[in-house]
């Protein structure tokens, strides 16, 4: 029986934050865990999402989100349909996707001389579709594949929490170790193409940490909203902050708050009328709305600050 | 069961028909899309349908609970809406200077969630409902009718009857926006009036397709057009025809995937949605390596036939120069692989340039000496008309000398006033004609 059970927003919060001092670590609840999970996953994705974002890669890291369910069946197909998705596993899928991905759509660009949007697309789509087809084929079971799109928060267990804080921590350790370099390759590339030899290798080692994220995230909110993380919190950043270092931490504090309110309100809803809705995308509502608020507040507050001088 | 049995048995007919036509407006559309460099819109566009989708469905099924087998209308009405405001939801991020891919993906995003959340609530108060919508992420094009058929066949018809009867001002805002608002065309409204098409193209292939892949319908058949013509009206027939081909083949795929997969205890089916989209991406990938103009493969053959021409004609230069000369010596001043050589001295053997342990025939001194002597008037071009340093025009000549056509030459000899002398002072031999 769960802690939260009858409770609505509000008490949702008090409950949390004062279980957050006794027995979260000691026996946590469902709802707790995929507050974890999920804020882990922001940390994850407000990490990475802002240098996709300045590189104007985000539709690749679309393609990625897409195939990492080629991925995902490649690891069903080695390792058996049974064996829980951890870490070691999900680290191969996603190097498979990632290195698949980057090969073909670069090829198809510079090989092919395809148009870059053409290539994005026609590679994921097809990838994508040879994924569903493979998952269908080995599980005999279409449920995987359209869990693997929308995600289910509701089946998260402890595992599942550790294998994303190993990931937070993962992506926390190599953006701080290489800060430096990804910033430098996220506003000049030609200025980091001069400094050091190994710029495209920071590319690739960006593409590796998404596709790493997208994979890790699928459980808990599907690969397609992985993509609200990873874009949402920075735009919303972006419209208060203008130098990198806050607006990572903004991004990762937003995509948290979001996760925060939409563990919260889905409860909310469980408890005031009955309404089991999906919370993953519930979370990704959460991070539109806050999007559409930051904007309204940021519009009045300039145009307060107007008045004032027009005052003085 | 055979394949004609595909189009007019009562329960096959009514897919088969349907996939095609949805395939053919896809085609169309996305030949559009891929020439203004946009078929990503597409993706987003799609995805951005399921929250209407849903809200669709579940307000039709509350209103007319009993008609089920009207729903698809309310799917439409839905998806246009939705797709509409998430058309919208982009153009204000990119005005507000959003950069567009990001732009792209934060809709599609948001809104694919706020459909998610539909869906979770549709599965709670209308569960047989909710079973049915599911199938729309992926298509399932086995259950149509004859309605909807006749839906989706007039819309794909309306989609090829307006490329028909616009056809040249689209070719004008397609190849060049400005000047055709410069002729007095109603840009903006064409536009909008391609986005429509968009939308009808995109909420047509949900159902066949499905919201996920509906993107890869567009891409595909345009990309395997693009490859074979530089005409528009051509790209759009082809489209047109790769897209039905896939949707045929893809149809098939999954009604046979879904039977092999089947056991007697166990229903399961293959989606139809991946297995069009497989198709159409086979026909993408094969005309992208195989086309005869474009392809990878011609191109690859068309450079390695200039450099081995190239070889032939550096080799044939350096016997004019030496007289007999062994394999090894070539070897040594050309930096070129043995083996290479061996090929090489074998076909200008075989062609009657060269003859012995390498010497040249009498039609090989005539061919050599007509290299050279391209060579020798480019370098006299370089230095009398443009005014080149002596020292700097033997580069270009050695890349020239491959290049020139036999009436370049004749204008060139004309120019120079038939000169017998290079800038380095040595002969340009006379011009010869050889078999």
């Known amino acids: 029986m769960s802690p939260y059970w009858g409770a609505n927003f509000f008490e949702f919060f008090f409950l949390f934050f004062t279980r957050l001092f006794h027995s979260v670590w000691s026996q946590p609840a469902t709802d707790e865990i995929q507050i974890g999970v999920l804020c882990m996953t922001a940390i994850s994705c407000g990490l990475i999402g802002p240098f996709l974002v300045l590189r104007k890669m985000t539709m690749f890291a679309n393609s990625l989100s897409h195939t990492v369910l080629l991925g995902i069946a490649g690891t069903i197909f080695f390792f058996g349909k049974e064996t829980p998705f951890d870490l070691t596993h999900l680290l191969v899928g996603a190097l498979l996707a990632a290195f698949l991905t980057a090969l073909l759509t670069e090829g198809l660009i510079k090989g092919f001389r395809l148009q870059e949007d053409a290539s994005i697309g026609l590679v994921f789509t097809s990838l994508f579709a040879l994924g569903i087809v493979f998952v269908t084929l080995f599980t005999k079971d279409l449920h995987l594949g359209l869990e693997s799109v929308v995600g289910n928060v509701d089946a998260l267990k402890l595992s599942d929490f550790r294998a994303s804080t190993l990931l937070a921590l993962l992506n926390l350790s190599l953006i701080t170790l290489f800060y430096r370099q990804f910033q430098i390759g996220s506003f000049d590339r030609g200025l980091a193409k001069t400094l050091s030899s190994c710029s495209s290798l920071f590319h690739y080692l960006l593409l590796f940490l998404t596709s790493v994220t997208c994979i890790g995230a699928f459980r808990a909110i599907g690969v397609i909203l992985v993509l609200a993380f990873l874009v949402g919190p920075y735009l919303t950043a972006r419209l208060f902050f203008h130098r990198l270092k806050p607006l990572l931490v903004a991004s990762v504090l937003l995509g948290c708050l979001a996760s925060l309110l939409g563990v919260a309100f889905s409860r909310h809803l469980l408890t005031t009328f009955g309404l089991p809705l999906s919370t993953g995308g519930l979370v990704v509502c959460f991070i539109g709305l806050l999007y559409v608020l930051s904007y309204i507040v940021k519009k009045i507050y300039r145009s307060g600050m107007l008045l004032t001088k027009a005052h003085d | ?435």
């Open chain 2, 1 to 435: 069961m055979s394949l004609i049995d595909f189009f007019i048995d009562p329960v096959l007919r009514g897919p088969t028909w349907g996939t095609l036509f949805m395939c053919i407006a896809s085609g169309l559309i996305g030949s559009v899309l891929l020439l203004r460099k946009k078929t990503l819109l597409a993706e987003s566009l799609s995805h951005a349908a399921y929250p209407g989708v849903i809200l669709g469905v579940s307000l039709f099924a509350l209103a007319f609970p009993a008609h089920e087998e009207w729903a698809f209308v309310s799917v439409l009405a839905g998806a246009s809406f939705s797709a509409f405001l998430a058309l919208k939801g982009i153009e204000w991020l990119m005005r507000r200077k959003v950069s567009p891919d990001a732009a792209l993906c934060f809709i599609l995003a948001v809104f694919f969630g706020a459909g998610i959340v539909a869906a979770s609530s549709m599965q709670s108060q209308l569960p047989s409902w909710h079973q049915k919508t599911q199938m729309l992420l992926f298509g399932q094009a086995a259950t149509m009718t004859g309605i909807h058929v006749a839906l989706y066949g007039g819309l794909a018809l309306s989609i090829a009857l307006f490329f028909l009867l616009m056809y040249r001002p689209l070719q004008s805002v397609l190849f060049d926006r400005d000047f055709s608002s410069l002729l007095g065309l109603n840009v903006k409204w064409l536009e909008r009036l391609i986005f429509c098409l968009l939308l009808a193209s995109l909420i047509v292939g949900i159902r066949s397709v499905g919201v996920i892949l509906m993107s890869g319908m567009i891409i595909a058949p345009a990309v395997a057009a693009r490859q074979f013509t530089h005409h528009l009206h051509r790209m759009f027939f082809l489209a047109s025809f790769f897209g039905a081909l896939s949707g045929l083949l893809g149809n098939f795929l999954s009604i046979w995937g879904s039977m092999y997969l089947s056991t007697e205890t166990e229903r399961m089916t293959l989606p139809t949605g991946p297995s069009i989209v497989l198709v159409g991406s086979c026909f993408a990938f094969l005309s992208l390596l195989f086309a005869p103009q474009r392809g990878l493969v011609s191109r690859l053959f068309r450079i390695g036939a200039f450099r081995l021409r190239r070889l032939e004609e550096n080799i044939l230069k350096y016997f004019w120069k030496k007289g007999t000369l062994s394999r090894k010596i070539l070897h040594e001043t050309l930096h070129v692989p043995m083996w290479a050589l061996f090929l090489v001295l074998r076909r200008l053997k075989k062609q009657g340039w060269i003859e012995g342990a390498y010497s040249l025939t009498p039609d090989g001194m005539k061919r050599a000496a007509s290299i050279v002597r391209l060579h020798r008037l480019w370098e006299l071009y370089l230095t009398e008309q443009l005014k080149l340093e002596t020292g700097k025009v033997h580069k270009t000549a050695e890349e020239m000398e491959h290049i020139l056509t036999p009436d370049l030459e004749e204008r060139l000899t004309h120019l120079l006033g038939a000169p017998t002398q290079d800038p380095h002072q040595q002969p340009i031999p006379e011009k010869s004609r050889f078999p």
